[in-house]
């Protein structure tokens, strides 16, 4: 075993070289390999290359990507971002623990066929709770459907349908087009199936119809989503479609051109309307003519600039990215546009970066071109690490050639010519997505030598992050690339004078960049008429929570969250209270429901306690408690935090003690004036800005939700969400059914059919499964005993 | 070169200087843990922090380079409350004692712990100077001391207290055995003299301070024999008369002068003692107000009032302790008082009665099963040791060596050099005020011939993983992990003999604390 682990080892030297700064992407071959680090290979490693021992265990034990152990069969990764977390996902852990039986202070179950883990964003907000096993992701989870999920895994684990490989049916007298979505979220929900099946039913009923895969469609809480496009009709669309309903939508729209084959189908239709009567129920149907629908009112209000042409762009497609503009702006540039004139263009659009900070993005460039270097440096900032945030990984899973452009472009204006995509490795199909379009761009010399036949060259390579949402600071991120722990560097230098290599190095995020062909298409003007004073342009938010329609969204600058919340993501389900929105993630705020006017621009974020952030945008109802939120923000910064000053380190930490205290209603009044000082001290002396923005998800829910705080303090949650200041009790409604005592994992309800069912306090484990599963809502939380 | 001002006083510095560089050149005290010159400054503890006027924000002063129009404060509240917080956040992180439990019970801060080492290799003598450094009388207490020392010693937690009374009776029947005692280098004579009322534990723990620091002293005492309470009052515990002469004839021989069956009166006090001697100090035992008059001082409710940490009375030049001050119930607070009176004293005859120096101690609660097994890693096993000759009589030598093994040393190997103790002391810091968290269990790494290693003292500011990695140490230290759980540890879990093959002393010398130590420990100050 252990020499073949080193003949392995060896290749993978071979391969990917043996400096300092191929550390990271040989353990993540390695890990690729065996599933984990095997001890034998880090030691084969260091002694074969120069790279250290405490080089090698210092990156491998920073980047959370990386195992020491060895995982069972299968690996169950449990998303625990944000919108995942209010929507329960930790139950959802837990009741997977339980159902494999698996330890404490364990990860795998005895017959080590699943390993389970917590990750930090699996990017799909908009069907949380989500799991995924392997390569299968499971959304809308209950605690009570774990045991079935594990089981349908088992039992289809082989015949997972892949959308590697795409297909395309198409053809010179296609009758119509359907397009259907393959972004994450998407395949998440059942693309791949539906894709399947659609596949199936057109060969079977011999129509011609083109099948377009599309990347994301926004639209993420109604996926899968088939959109049917045919001349002379106006498109429908389907949501939330089914493999199994495919085929009726086929037959709906099309006729096979053959006579015999219309009338078998016509056949089949009247069969089976005869016995469905016209499209079936689940499926929802709309068109785009008609207002008023959710898929028109969520369309409606956007502004589609790093989105342009969102819903039928195939991402791989250079031939139609062209046809619809595509690597002009590029052309634009070569040819005669001087390095200067770009760089009046980006000032002119006042575009602020849109990683969070906002910084000028033309400045930042123009710092770059005006640094004296004989090499510089591009890097497009792929890294989202923002639990709750997912507009990167869309944009680069669905315009891979739209941000390739930018940072082409960007490359050209500051004389760069070697370019990074930064990618966290959590994004596989946008890795996938960025490493195939850069070959196809190489392929037509949109990268490489003399770029279209002028004199400029870049080269481009990816680099797959590793896991530590710290990276996505840009010093961290160059520390990374270099192959180093993600240590942010203190700022002067900054990047632009000193980064990668110590070379002026320029980063920007991947939605900056995606804003860049068309600012140069259409100039800097037009892009600073859209947003507000000092936000222009639109920005693309993730909409997800307790919202109708959540998605992805890209809107201009300015407008309120009223707006976005009631008119295109539909307001709250299920007749709940709109009670707040977290904006801004890990670094953000919360921004109560009473300030739902307030717009959404750089300025007026930061007045309120909240950040732009990356785009990330969580909507909280009634029952979400906003001191479990702010723990909630608080228990991952402390995680991700590098660990290297004493406020980031330490403070977080001692931030977060003093929540968990106020959570399990042990706090004192007196606690909330020491967390809020506190806050402040971490705010003012971190060195980064993961460290100086942590407090801001305390400072914000302090301010507006200080009663909530107050509440716990006197023994009592709100929501009831905070376990341990709950009780589970059962009302007189209670019809005696036995459901919640027959699927009680503690046994803590005795099944006595037709009487009145009693939880048993001392025995129960507060998994939440009875008051879910009773049919008559008579399970209802109550203040616990303290 | 840049100008620049600080604290209003204006700079030029070469560009490339630091913020602390250009602040220290100009005499102003940036303090700094993590940085270390010639060491990459990766800003950690952030202690150095600074204020830019102009845009309000703090930053840490050891990274950051000087800019034309920088206005910083290294004065403002705002510095001083984040330097004094990033301490307390890191003292809140911090498992280990700067002092044994067993010291800080001692009234008289008795180094016990070393002199348990001491007595453990066999230097009887060595051990007695460390125990006379703070207590005059050991052979007496050693009889009669209730042991507050071993009430908290962390070795209850394993077995028995280690026999801490007995050792230190031991270094001084062993000194008394002796053809000559040991008495501490005088300083040089002063030409003063002190007046000493009552040959109390306190007044006779006075005389030998004072001694010490040359000055001459008369002890007055109305009863025909010196010794005090300890001669004249019902004792819980038996003194042999012996054990008393003895060391109160030590005094005498290191220079005290005795007048005994002399009862003060005003007069007397006025005319032979006031004018004719340069300081008195007061220790006849518990006062009554006429007493009072005869000294011409204010009485407090418990005894006579003094200042607090001084003992200064009412009169100028007039100092008072132990019992004629508050009853007290140990000989061994009494000692403790009259050799913090015997300092105050000198101070005023030197013209300064200092302020005591700040003090700062760590302490953590009880050990934990695991941490019990770290700490016996360097004691022996084996029950407390009673004297096979009876408690009176005391240990053997072999006796002794064997308890004082089971010593567990608990204080820190660098009380006196550890920087995180050093600024905790000067900033006043509240070392529990965030302490709601879990603290973490502390380990200690032996491995190494030279070195201990404990990581819950790291404040991770990396200097030893500079360090060896600079020196290409082949397995040398890393950092693992990070967040909270952040640790400097050696690769491949190989032990820290394969670390630090030749920079040990250098990340023991560039440890701020006493993370990083020697095994001997250092002497402290």
Same mark, same amino acid.
């Given at each position: 075993?252990?020499?073949?682990?080193?003949?392995?080892?060896?290749?993978?030297?071979?391969?990917?070289?043996?400096?300092?700064?191929?550390?990271?992407?040989?353990?993540?071959?390695?890990?690729?390999?065996?599933?984990?680090?095997?001890?034998?290979?880090?030691?084969?490693?260091?002694?074969?290359?120069?790279?250290?021992?405490?080089?090698?265990?210092?990156?491998?034990?920073?980047?959370?990507?990386?195992?020491?152990?060895?995982?069972?069969?299968?690996?169950?990764?449990?998303?625990?971002?944000?919108?995942?977390?209010?929507?329960?996902?930790?139950?959802?852990?837990?009741?997977?623990?339980?159902?494999?039986?698996?330890?404490?202070?364990?990860?795998?179950?005895?017959?080590?066929?699943?390993?389970?883990?917590?990750?930090?964003?699996?990017?799909?907000?908009?069907?949380?709770?989500?799991?995924?096993?392997?390569?299968?992701?499971?959304?809308?989870?209950?605690?009570?459907?774990?045991?079935?999920?594990?089981?349908?895994?088992?039992?289809?684990?082989?015949?997972?349908?892949?959308?590697?490989?795409?297909?395309?049916?198409?053809?010179?007298?296609?009758?119509?087009?359907?397009?259907?979505?393959?972004?994450?979220?998407?395949?998440?929900?059942?693309?791949?199936?539906?894709?399947?099946?659609?596949?199936?039913?057109?060969?079977?009923?011999?129509?011609?119809?083109?099948?377009?895969?599309?990347?994301?469609?926004?639209?993420?809480?109604?996926?899968?989503?088939?959109?049917?496009?045919?001349?002379?009709?106006?498109?429908?669309?389907?949501?939330?479609?089914?493999?199994?309903?495919?085929?009726?939508?086929?037959?709906?729209?099309?006729?096979?051109?053959?006579?015999?084959?219309?009338?078998?189908?016509?056949?089949?239709?009247?069969?089976?309307?005869?016995?469905?009567?016209?499209?079936?129920?689940?499926?929802?149907?709309?068109?785009?003519?008609?207002?008023?629908?959710?898929?028109?009112?969520?369309?409606?209000?956007?502004?589609?600039?790093?989105?342009?042409?969102?819903?039928?762009?195939?991402?791989?497609?250079?031939?139609?990215?062209?046809?619809?503009?595509?690597?002009?702006?590029?052309?634009?540039?070569?040819?005669?546009?001087?390095?200067?004139?770009?760089?009046?263009?980006?000032?002119?659009?006042?575009?602020?970066?849109?990683?969070?900070?906002?910084?000028?993005?033309?400045?930042?460039?123009?710092?770059?071109?005006?640094?004296?270097?004989?090499?510089?440096?591009?890097?497009?900032?792929?890294?989202?690490?923002?639990?709750?945030?997912?507009?990167?990984?869309?944009?680069?899973?669905?315009?891979?050639?739209?941000?390739?452009?930018?940072?082409?472009?960007?490359?050209?204006a500051v004389g760069a010519t070697k370019g990074i995509f930064y990618i966290r490795a959590e994004y596989p199909l946008a890795v996938k997505r960025i490493r195939e379009a850069i070959k196809i761009c190489e392929d037509a010399s949109l990268l490489g030598e003399n770029i279209l036949g002028s004199d400029f060259s870049f080269n481009v390579r990816l680099f797959e992050?590793?896991?530590?949402?710290?990276? !996505?600071?840009?010093?961290?991120?160059?520390?990374?690339?270099?192959?180093?722990?993600?240590?942010?560097?203190?700022?002067?230098?900054?990047?632009?004078?000193?980064?990668?290599?110590?070379?002026?190095?320029?980063?920007?995020?991947?939605?900056?960049?995606?804003?860049?062909?068309?600012?140069?298409?259409?100039?800097?003007?037009?892009?600073?008429?859209?947003?507000?004073?000092?936000?222009?342009?639109?920005?693309?938010?993730?909409?997800?929570?307790?919202?109708?329609?959540? !998605?992805?969204?890209?809107?201009?600058?300015?407008?309120?969250?009223?707006?976005?919340?009631?008119?295109?993501?539909?307001?709250?389900?299920?007749?709940?209270?709109?009670?707040?929105?977290?904006?801004?993630?890990?670094?953000?705020?919360?921004?109560?429901?009473?300030?739902?006017?307030?717009?959404?621009?750089?300025?007026?974020?930061?007045?309120?306690?909240?950040?732009?952030?990356?785009?990330?945008?969580?909507?909280?109802?009634?029952?979400?408690?906003?001191?479990?939120?702010?723990?909630?923000?608080?228990?991952?910064?402390?995680?991700?935090?590098?660990?290297?000053?004493?406020?980031?380190?330490?403070?977080?930490?001692?931030?977060?003690?003093?929540?968990?205290?106020?959570?399990?209603?042990?706090?004192?009044?007196?606690?909330?004036?020491?967390?809020?000082?506190?806050?402040?001290?971490?705010?003012?002396?971190?060195?980064?800005?993961?460290?100086?923005?942590?407090?801001?998800?305390?400072?914000?829910?302090?301010?507006?939700?200080?009663?909530?705080?107050?509440?716990?303090?006197?023994?009592?949650?709100?929501?009831?969400?905070?376990?341990?200041?709950?009780?589970?009790?059962?009302?007189?409604?209670?019809?005696?059914?036995?459901?919640?005592?027959?699927?009680?994992?503690?046994?803590?309800?005795?099944?006595?059919?037709?009487?009145?069912?009693?939880?048993?306090?001392?025995?129960?484990?507060?998994?939440?499964?009875?008051?879910?599963?009773?049919?008559?809502?008579?399970?209802?939380?109550?203040?616990?005993?303290? | 070169?840049?100008?620049?001002?600080?604290?209003?006083?204006?700079?030029?510095?070469?560009?490339?200087?630091?913020?602390?560089?250009?602040?220290?050149?100009?005499?102003?005290?940036?303090?700094?843990?993590?940085?270390?010159?010639?060491?990459?400054?990766?800003?950690?503890?952030?202690?150095?922090?600074?204020?830019d006027l102009k845009s309000g924000n703090l930053f840490p002063s050891c990274a950051m380079r000087v800019s034309g129009n920088m206005e910083i404060s290294t004065v403002d509240e705002d510095v001083i409350n984040s330097r004094k917080d990033a301490l307390e956040l890191l003292m809140s992180d911090h498992v280990g004692d700067c002092e044994a439990p067993c010291r800080?019970?001692?009234?008289?801060?008795?180094?016990?712990?070393?002199?348990?080492?001491?007595?453990?290799?066999?230097?009887?003598?060595?051990?007695?100077?460390?125990?006379?450094?703070?207590?005059?009388?050991?052979?007496?207490?050693?009889?009669?001391?209730?042991?507050?020392?071993?009430?908290?010693?962390?070795?209850?937690?394993?077995?028995?207290?280690?026999?801490?009374?007995?050792?230190?009776?031991?270094?001084?029947?062993?000194?008394?055995?002796?053809?000559?005692?040991?008495?501490?280098?005088?300083?040089k004579k002063t030409g003063k003299r002190v007046a000493i009322i009552g040959t109390g534990p306190a007044g006779l723990s006075c005389a030998f301070y004072l001694l010490r620091q040359g000055h001459e002293c008369v002890l007055f005492d109305k009863n025909e024999k010196a010794g005090g309470t300890l001669r004249y009052s019902a004792l819980d515990k038996e003194l042999?008369?012996?054990?008393?002469?003895?060391?109160?004839?030590?005094?005498?021989?290191?220079?005290?002068?005795?007048?005994?069956?002399?009862?003060?009166?005003?007069?007397?006090?006025?005319?032979?003692?006031?004018?004719?001697?340069?300081?008195?100090?007061?220790?006849?035992?518990?006062?009554?107000?006429?007493?009072?008059?005869?000294?011409?001082?204010?009485?407090?409710?418990?005894?006579?009032?003094?200042?607090?940490?001084?003992?200064?009375?009412?009169?100028?030049?007039?100092?008072?302790?132990?019992?004629?001050?508050?009853?007290?119930?140990?000989?061994?607070?009494?000692?403790?008082?009259?050799?913090?009176?015997?300092?105050?004293?000198?101070?005023?005859?030197?013209?300064?009665?200092?302020?005591?120096?700040?003090?700062?101690?760590?302490?953590?609660?009880?050990?934990?099963?695991?941490?019990?097994?770290?700490?016996?890693?360097?004691?022996?096993?084996?029950?407390?040791?009673?004297?096979?000759?009876?408690?009176?009589? !005391?240990?053997?030598?072999?006796?002794?060596?064997?308890?004082?093994?089971?010593?567990?040393?608990?204080?820190?190997?660098?009380?006196?050099?550890?920087?995180?103790?050093?600024?905790?002391?000067?900033?006043?810091?509240?070392?529990?005020?965030?302490?709601?968290?879990?603290?973490?269990?502390?380990?200690?790494?032996?491995?190494?011939?030279?070195?201990?290693?404990?990581?819950?003292?790291?404040?991770?500011?990396?200097?030893?993983?500079?360090?060896?990695?600079?020196?290409?140490?082949?397995?040398?230290?890393?950092?693992?992990?990070?967040?909270?759980?952040?640790?400097?540890?050696?690769?491949?879990?190989?032990?820290?003999?394969?670390?630090?093959?030749?920079?040990?002393?250098?990340?023991?010398?560039?440890?701020?604390?006493?993370?990083?130590?020697?095994?001997?420990?250092?002497?402290?100050?």
């Amino acid at each position: 075993m252990d020499n073949e682990i080193i003949k392995t080892v060896d290749e993978i030297i071979a391969e990917y070289g043996s400096a300092n700064d191929a550390a990271i992407p040989i353990l993540q071959a390695i890990q690729g390999k065996f599933n984990y680090l095997p001890e034998v290979a880090l030691k084969h490693l260091a002694e074969t290359t120069g790279i250290s021992p405490a080089a090698i265990y210092g990156i491998s034990t920073f980047y959370s990507q990386f195992r020491h152990q060895p995982i069972g069969k299968h690996l169950i990764k449990v998303c625990v971002g944000t919108a995942c977390h209010v929507k329960g996902a930790v139950q959802v852990y837990d009741a997977f623990k339980r159902e494999l039986k698996i330890g404490e202070s364990e990860d795998t179950d005895t017959d080590r066929l699943f390993t389970i883990e917590k990750v930090a964003c699996l990017g799909c907000c908009t069907i949380a709770p989500v799991v995924q096993i392997d390569g299968v992701t499971y959304g809308h989870l209950t605690t009570d459907k774990a045991g079935e999920t594990i089981r349908d895994f088992l039992l289809n684990q082989d015949s997972v349908p892949s959308v590697n490989n795409e297909f395309i049916l198409s053809d010179s007298a296609s009758q119509g087009e359907i397009r259907l979505g393959l972004g994450s979220c998407c395949v998440a929900s059942g693309s791949a199936e539906v894709k399947l099946a659609l596949e199936k039913s057109i060969k079977k009923s011999k129509i011609n119809v083109s099948v377009k895969h599309v990347g994301c469609v926004g639209i993420c809480n109604q996926v899968p989503m088939l959109e049917v496009h045919k001349p002379g009709e106006s498109p429908s669309f389907y949501t939330k479609i089914k493999a199994e309903e495919v085929g009726e939508v086929i037959r709906k729209h099309f006729q096979p051109s053959n006579p015999v084959y219309r009338f078998r189908n016509n056949l089949y239709n009247f069969l089976e309307n005869y016995v469905i009567d016209g499209i079936p129920k689940s499926l929802r149907r709309y068109s785009s003519e008609k207002r008023d629908t959710p898929v028109s009112e969520f369309l409606d209000g956007q502004l589609n600039i790093a989105t342009e042409y969102r819903g039928f762009l195939k991402p791989t497609d250079l031939a139609e990215y062209k046809n619809y503009g595509g690597f002009s702006a590029l052309q634009q540039c070569l040819s005669g546009k001087s390095q200067q004139e770009i760089i009046g263009q980006v000032i002119q659009s006042g575009l602020r970066g849109r990683g969070g900070a906002g910084f000028p993005t033309g400045i930042k460039w123009q710092r770059v071109k005006d640094s004296v270097s004989d090499e510089k440096f591009v890097i497009c900032n792929g890294d989202e690490g923002d639990p709750g945030a997912f507009m990167d990984r869309m944009l680069l899973e669905s315009y891979p050639f739209r941000v390739i452009e930018g940072l082409i472009i960007a490359a050209f204006a500051v004389g760069a010519t070697k370019g990074i995509f930064y990618i966290r490795a959590e994004y596989p199909l946008a890795v996938k997505r960025i490493r195939e379009a850069i070959k196809i761009c190489e392929d037509a010399s949109l990268l490489g030598e003399n770029i279209l036949g002028s004199d400029f060259s870049f080269n481009v390579r990816l680099f797959e992050g590793a896991g530590a949402f710290v990276c !996505g600071e840009e010093t961290a991120l160059i520390a990374s690339v270099e192959g180093k722990r993600g240590l942010p560097q203190l700022r002067p230098p900054y990047p632009s004078e000193k980064g990668l290599w110590d070379k002026p190095t320029l980063i920007n995020n991947t939605e900056t960049l995606a804003t860049i062909p068309w600012i140069i298409r259409k100039g800097g003007e037009a892009f600073g008429k859209i947003g507000t004073d000092n936000s222009k342009g639109t920005k693309v938010f993730a909409l997800a929570g307790k919202i109708n329609r959540g !998605g992805l969204i890209e809107v201009p600058m300015g407008i309120t969250i009223r707006k976005i919340i009631e008119d295109i993501g539909g307001g709250i389900p299920d007749g709940k209270k709109f009670k707040a929105v977290q904006i801004g993630g890990p670094s953000g705020g919360c921004i109560p429901a009473l300030m739902a006017d307030t717009p959404i621009d750089f300025g007026s974020l930061a007045e309120v306690g909240a950040m732009m952030g990356s785009g990330g945008l969580i909507v909280l109802d009634e029952t979400d408690c906003m001191v479990d939120i702010a723990r909630y923000f608080l228990s991952f910064t402390q995680d991700q935090s590098c660990g290297r000053c004493t406020f980031c380190r330490i403070g977080t930490r001692r931030m977060l003690d003093i929540l968990n205290k106020i959570c399990s209603g042990k706090g004192k009044i007196e606690d909330l004036e020491s967390l809020e000082k506190l806050a402040i001290s971490v705010n003012k002396g971190s060195m980064c800005g993961l460290g100086k923005t942590a407090p801001n998800p305390v400072l914000s829910t302090l301010k507006y939700f200080r009663h909530e705080y107050e509440a716990h303090i006197n023994g009592h949650c709100p929501t009831g969400k905070c376990k341990d200041l709950v009780s589970y009790e059962i009302t007189n409604d209670c019809i005696g059914c036995t459901k919640c005592a027959q699927r009680c994992p503690s046994g803590a309800i005795a099944l006595n059919p037709y009487e009145l069912h009693v939880v048993e306090m001392d025995k129960c484990i507060k998994c939440d499964i009875c008051r879910q599963i009773c049919p008559v809502d008579a399970v209802i939380l109550g203040q616990a005993k303290c | 070169m840049v100008e620049i001002k600080i604290d209003g006083i204006t700079l030029k510095v070469p560009h490339e200087t630091t913020v602390m560089q250009a602040a220290r050149s100009a005499g102003f005290e940036i303090p700094s843990m993590c940085y270390k010159n010639g060491h990459q400054n990766h800003p950690s503890c952030m202690i150095c922090l600074v204020k830019d006027l102009k845009s309000g924000n703090l930053f840490p002063s050891c990274a950051m380079r000087v800019s034309g129009n920088m206005e910083i404060s290294t004065v403002d509240e705002d510095v001083i409350n984040s330097r004094k917080d990033a301490l307390e956040l890191l003292m809140s992180d911090h498992v280990g004692d700067c002092e044994a439990p067993c010291r800080m019970a001692c009234p008289a801060f008795m180094d016990i712990p070393l002199m348990n080492r001491l007595i453990a290799g066999g230097d009887f003598a060595k051990a007695l100077e460390i125990v006379k450094q703070e207590i005059a009388l050991p052979f007496i207490l050693g009889y009669i001391c209730p042991a507050p020392c071993e009430k908290v010693c962390r070795r209850t937690q394993v077995d028995e207290a280690v026999s801490i009374c007995q050792l230190k009776k031991f270094t001084a029947a062993k000194d008394a055995g002796n053809e000559t005692s040991f008495f501490p280098t005088k300083n040089k004579k002063t030409g003063k003299r002190v007046a000493i009322i009552g040959t109390g534990p306190a007044g006779l723990s006075c005389a030998f301070y004072l001694l010490r620091q040359g000055h001459e002293c008369v002890l007055f005492d109305k009863n025909e024999k010196a010794g005090g309470t300890l001669r004249y009052s019902a004792l819980d515990k038996e003194l042999p008369e012996s054990v008393l002469d003895h060391e109160i004839g030590l005094i005498q021989n290191y220079g005290a002068e005795f007048r005994l069956k002399y009862p003060i009166t005003k007069e007397f006090f006025e005319q032979e003692i006031i004018p004719k001697f340069d300081a008195v100090v007061l220790a006849t035992g518990l006062v009554n107000p006429e007493q009072a008059d005869i000294f011409g001082i204010r009485l407090s409710k418990s005894g006579i009032e003094v200042k607090p940490g001084t003992f200064e009375t009412s009169r100028k030049g007039v100092f008072s302790c132990g019992s004629s001050v508050k009853s007290l119930k140990m000989a061994v607070t009494s000692v403790a008082q009259g050799k913090a009176t015997a300092l105050s004293v000198d101070g005023f005859l030197k013209g300064t009665i200092s302020k005591p120096e700040p003090f700062f101690n760590s302490k953590f609660g009880k050990l934990q099963p695991t941490e019990v097994s770290e700490y016996l890693k360097e004691s022996s096993a084996g029950i407390r040791i009673f004297p096979f000759a009876g408690e009176s009589k !005391g240990f053997s030598s072999e006796e002794a060596i064997s308890e004082a093994k089971r010593c567990l040393h608990c204080d820190c190997r660098k009380p006196a050099s550890c920087k995180l103790r050093q600024y905790s002391a000067e900033y006043e810091i509240d070392r529990r005020k965030y302490s709601s968290g879990e603290r973490k269990l502390l380990e200690k790494h032996f491995q190494h011939e030279t070195v201990v290693y404990e990581p819950e003292k790291c404040i991770k500011c990396g200097l030893c993983v500079d360090i060896t990695t600079g020196k290409k140490e082949l397995t040398g230290l890393t950092f693992i992990g990070r967040g909270f759980n952040l640790k400097i540890d050696i690769p491949f879990n190989q032990t820290l003999n394969e670390a630090l093959t030749k920079t040990a002393a250098e990340c023991v010398d560039a440890c701020p604390t006493g993370a990083l130590s020697f095994k001997i420990g250092e002497e402290k100050g």
